[in-house]
Structure formats: structure tokens, C-alpha cells
């Protein structure tokens, strides 16, 4: 089963690069999104591993765009191949040891959404960490349903929820939280 990792980014730094280098040296085949990063950014661009596929557009558009145009590439560059995709943010705070115990857990259960929460007691922002707190609080007071970091973006899932994650709404940051939004509608199954 093959193994992708989709890196929306924004104005990247370089962590960036050893993010992408460790996942290709891990076996992952992986596709950058560049969401209108400009000029000042290709210099980090120009140094990513020439092993992997860059898709790249002029105007930021947003993270749910980003995601959703890998998406898309992925299902047609795929389309005769069983695949699990890994989202992973560009910034460092996901690993390689993340994206592989993901990957792991779906390689066990095709159809589950598993996410990646960020330690209940680790050294998280204030701000990210209010922002959770509101995110969460509203999401199980309108599901029901407790999810612990609503807004991570370290997410794994196989091909066969590939035309769920291309249907849910959203262009920017609220894309992720409307996946959340729709699995139990979708009778998804998910595991943190």
C-alpha cells in the first residue's frame, strides 16, 4: 500500500525541508502544496528533495483549498493503487514517528479517520490551546462527541475515504473542523 504525505504550506521556513527529506527517506511518496507562498519563498522550494511532486499556484487560497487540490492530484495519480494519505502541517511540529504510527493505524483499519493529538500536557501554545479548548467545547456540544485537538492537522485515512474528504466544504482553516463536522452523518469511524 503506498504511503503519501500532503504538505499544505504557507510562506514556509526550513523545517520544511527536513520534514520532506525524512519522509522520503521513510518510503513515503510526497506531495507539496505550496498555497501561494510568492517569490520570497521559492528559495525553499528550489531546495526540497527533487523526489517529490510540488503543486504550486500564484494566490493564497487558503489550507482547505491546499488540501483539497492535493487531494484531487492524489486520487487521479492513484486511482489503480490502494494509498493512505497523511496530512502533516509544514512547521515541525509533526514528525516522521507521527505520520508513522498513523499510517500504522490504518494500514489495521481501512476505513478509520485517525487523528493526531498533540499531548494532553505538553508545551502547547496559549493561544493554540484557548483556541481547542472553544473548538472543542463547540464541536461536542454539537455532536456529542468528545474529540481532544479539533484542529490538528496531522490526520491519516486510506483511498476508500478519499471521496468523503473531497466533498466536505470549506477552503481555509474551517475545512478541517467541517471533516469532523460530517463523520458521524458519514458513519466514519475515527480514532485519536
Not at 498533540?118 to 473548538?135: H, L
Amino acid at each position: 500500500m503506498n504511503k503519501i504525505a500532503l504538505i499544505p504550506t504557507y510562506e514556509p521556513d526550513e523545517k520544511l525541508i527536513k520534514l520532506v527529506d525524512d519522509l522520503v527517506d521513510n518510503g513515503f511518496d510526497v506531495i507539496v502544496v505550496d498555497d501561494g507562498s510568492g517569490k520570497p519563498y521559492e528559495p525553499i522550494f528550489n531546495k526540497l528533495n527533487n523526489k517529490i511532486k510540488m503543486i504550486s499556484y500564484q494566490e493564497n487560497r487558503g489550507k482547505g483549498y491546499a488540501l483539497k487540490r492535493g487531494l484531487t492530484f492524489i486520487q487521479f495519480a492513484y486511482a489503480n493503487d490502494p494509498y493512505i494519505v497523511v496530512t502533516m502541517d509544514s512547521d515541525g511540529q509533526h514528525t516522521i514517528n507521527d505520520a508513522l504510527k498513523l499510517v500504522k493505524e490504518v494500514e489495521g483499519n481501512d476505513e478509520l479517520l485517525v487523528l493526531g493529538s498533540r499531548p494532553r500536557n505538553g508545551n502547547i501554545p496559549a493561544r493554540s490551546k484557548i483556541g481547542n479548548d472553544i473548538t472543542r467545547f463547540i464541536y461536542k456540544l454539537i455532536t456529542g462527541v468528545d474529540i481532544y485537538d479539533t484542529q490538528t492537522g496531522l490526520r491519516a485515512f486510506s483511498n476508500k475515504l478519499m471521496d468523503y474528504m473531497l466533498q466536505v466544504n470549506g477552503n481555509r482553516y474551517e475545512y478541517e473542523m467541517n471533516v469532523l463536522l460530517g463523520i458521524n452523518k458519514n458513519n466514519i469511524k475515527y480514532k485519536e
